[in-house]
């Protein structure tokens, strides 16, 4: 029979301790990949919760602009509406003057 080990004298000891290396180490594999698991796991909640905090801002800056460009538009609009009142005022007050003047004409003849 082929020793194992030149200071073996039983093989089947040095099958026995052969297989509990084999199991040692498959178990310090399994520790290990549980290890690895786990900093992956925790490094994908970690940069999870950074690019949530990045799009919660990147929401919150697209919002403000929203909100500044609608006050830019109501601001405009009433704006418009404002200045169509006050030309349509001068209007008003030009057609009355004309027509006081021509009242004043009219009874001066």
């Known amino acids: 029979m082929l020793k ?3 200071f073996c004298s039983h093989p ?3 099958c026995h301790v052969l297989s509990e290396t ?3 180490e498959s178990e310090l594999r399994r520790k290990n990949d549980l290890v690895k698991i786990e900093a992956e796991a925790r490094a994908r909640a970690q940069n999870e919760r950074e690019n949530r905090d990045i799009v ?3 929401i ?3 919002a ?3 909100r500044k460009t609608l006050l830019e538009s109501i601001q405009s609009v009433c704006c418009l509406v404002l200045m169509l009142i006050y030309i349509m005022s001068e209007q ?3 057609h009355c003057l004309r027509s ?7 009874s001066s003849v």
């Open 4 to 6: 194992l080990h030149s």
């Open 12 to 14: 089947s000891h040095c």
């Open 22 to 24: 084999v199991e040692h």
């Open 56 to 58: 919660m801002e990147k």
């Open 60 to 62: 919150r800056v697209k």
């Open 64 to 66: 403000a602009e929203r």
């Open 92 to 94: 008003f007050s030009l």
């Open 100 to 106: 006081s003047i021509e009242c004043l004409q009219l």
